[in-house]
């Protein structure tokens, strides 16, 4: 399995530029999610989805849209990139969001895109 | 939603147990405390995480005080490869993770 994996690594936009930032698993995981790490800071919640067609927002959404039309790929959209969005983006995913009471599944992470936005 | 509150960073030696700890003074009775780290320019990965009871995997144990309010992320033989930023995490009420800063672990050759 190759886990969860991301592209671009890197990417530089300009202000007003648009971008998609792909993220797929092949771990048939329901539970798929975005997050944002600023420098020295950990980790906060863009979008999240608990399977095919359903997508809820995180912490920090503005900015950002998310689909997911298959349970293997889960892309987030950029839709005019500012200066405050360069940090390192994570996909993640895990069998389920929650199994029976609050227990959570493990989460397993990708490698990260770098985004600069000047 | 709870919180939790660790140290920015600690300093060990290698081949030393670690100690991390995690204050957890509002958490709930079913939350569960969760701990993973972050190594240098990677994503984050899955340490342990517990209720009640300690835990203990092939990476770390948990130590988890009896009125939950704290516990405590054991390594019990640290190498080079353990450098990296521990985060102790509750969920909030839609059972999303909550991140913290983490503690930064640097270990001392």
């Known amino acids: 399995n190759a886990g969860v994996t991301q592209t671009p690594k890197f990417q530089v936009l300009k202000t007003g530029q648009s971008m998609t930032l792909q993220c797929a698993q092949d771990m048939n995981h329901e539970y798929m999610s975005w997050y944002r790490q600023d420098p020295g800071m950990g980790l906060r919640l863009i979008h999240y989805s608990v399977g095919a067609g359903i997508t809820d927002q995180g912490e920090v959404p503005n900015g950002y849209n998310v689909s997911r039309s298959t349970t293997e790929d889960f892309p987030l959209r950029l839709l005019s990139a500012a200066p405050s969005q360069t940090s390192v983006y994570f996909c993640?995913?895990?069998?389920?969001?929650?199994?029976?009471?609050?227990?959570?599944?493990?989460?397993?992470f990708g490698p990260g895109t770098r985004l600069t936005v000047t | 939603d709870a919180k939790t509150t660790q140290p920015n960073s600690m300093e060990s030696n290698e081949e030393e147990p670690v100690h991390l700890p995690c204050n957890h003074s509002?958490?709930?009775?079913?939350?569960?405390i969760h701990w993973y780290r972050q190594l240098p320019s990677q994503g984050p990965e899955y340490v342990i995480h517990g209720l009640t009871s300690n835990v203990n995997n092939r990476m770390a144990s948990l130590a988890i005080a009896e009125d939950r309010k704290s516990s405590t992320l054991i390594l019990h033989r640290a190498t080079l490869r353990d450098a990296a930023v521990y985060y102790c995490i509750l969920p909030d009420s839609n059972y999303q993770l909550i991140w913290g800063a983490g503690t930064k672990l640097i270990i001392k050759p």
């Open positions: 509002t958490i709930s009775g079913t939350d569960y």
């Open positions: 993640a995913s895990s069998p389920d969001i929650a199994p029976l009471g609050a227990d959570l599944y493990e989460q397993y």
